[in-house]
């Protein structure tokens, strides 16, 4: 997929169940690579925009995904569209959505998981054990945090321009996406924690049109450097913290009315 990914398992368990379920993780990715990836002459994708095949000829998998692109598409107000421009690419889905598939070979018996794909996270940890500590980075130096959260059991998708330039378009307009440099979501499905991300920086700093379902939490950083966050997102940070651990930082604290995105404001110490 193109993507750097990393697994961590915590807890007990034996060596030959543990490497079983990681080669279904990456085999389960692989799959989704072949059917999926625009890069690859003969994967389903590419044969059914060059007309070689249809979607109900393809793997049942590309139905599925496109299936979810048209809720996506509805659910945002047509800020997430895997088609633009007439030409159909669901990469912006597949991401989350494999990653996601691909999770579920990590649950075993007594063994907290963390996926990393891309920066599309999921995670999981038993009731009564240490939940995961995951740093959301600052766009503005990529060697540092800006904000910390504890969860033990969720779906963590940021969507930005960062580490791959200003990639993102509003899919209604055509236009390069603006005023929204990154946006963090944290919700109990990774597609739609990817989804609604994704759909925060296209639509920018308009108001979207749309809000976040109960369960979801968003963290945003504005052309300007303004921080905002949803109503919930303050009970899920920890205390920030560097790369550096010579570089002193202070947590984003809420002091400022409601946006135009539903969200309040966050100012950075």
């Not at 750097?4 to 034996?14: A, K, M």
């Not at 107000?77 to 996601?100: E, H, M, N, Q, T």
Request: charged letters at 20%; aromatic letters at 6%.
């Amino acid at each position: 997929m193109g993507l750097p990914i990393s697994i961590h398992l915590r807890g007990i368990v034996d060596r030959a169940t543990e490497a079983r379920a990681v080669q279904r993780v990456w085999d389960d990715l692989r799959t989704a690579d072949h059917v999926f990836s625009t890069y690859r002459d003969d994967s389903d994708i590419s044969r059914i925009a060059r007309g070689e095949i249809g979607v109900d000829a393809a793997d049942p998998a590309v139905r599925e995904v496109l299936d979810l692109a048209e809720e996506a598409r509805r659910r945002t107000a047509g800020a997430f569209d895997v088609c633009y421009a007439g030409r159909l690419d669901p990469s912006g889905i597949v991401k989350g959505w494999a990653a996601a598939r691909a999770a579920r070979h990590l649950d075993l018996p007594g063994v907290d998981w963390y996926l990393n794909a891309g920066g599309d996270i999921a995670l999981h940890s038993d009731r009564g054990r240490p939940p995961w500590r995951v740093g959301i980075e600052d766009p503005a130096d990529t060697n540092s945090v800006m904000a910390v959260v504890d969860v033990a059991d969720c779906a963590i998708a940021t969507s930005g321009g960062a580490h791959r330039g200003a990639h993102i378009v509003d899919p209604r307009t055509g236009a390069a996406a603006a005023g929204i440099v990154q946006a963090t979501v944290v919700g109990p499905d990774l597609v739609w924690a990817d989804v609604f991300a994704t759909a925060f920086v296209a639509a920018g700093s308009a108001a979207p049109g749309w809000s976040l379902p109960p369960g979801y939490e968003c963290l945003l950083v504005t052309d300007t450097g303004a921080v905002m966050g949803s109503a919930g997102m303050p009970a899920l940070l920890a205390v920030p913290q560097s790369v550096d651990p010579a570089r002193e930082t202070g947590g984003p604290r809420m002091d400022a009315p409601t946006t135009p995105h539903g969200t309040a404001g966050l100012a950075r110490p």
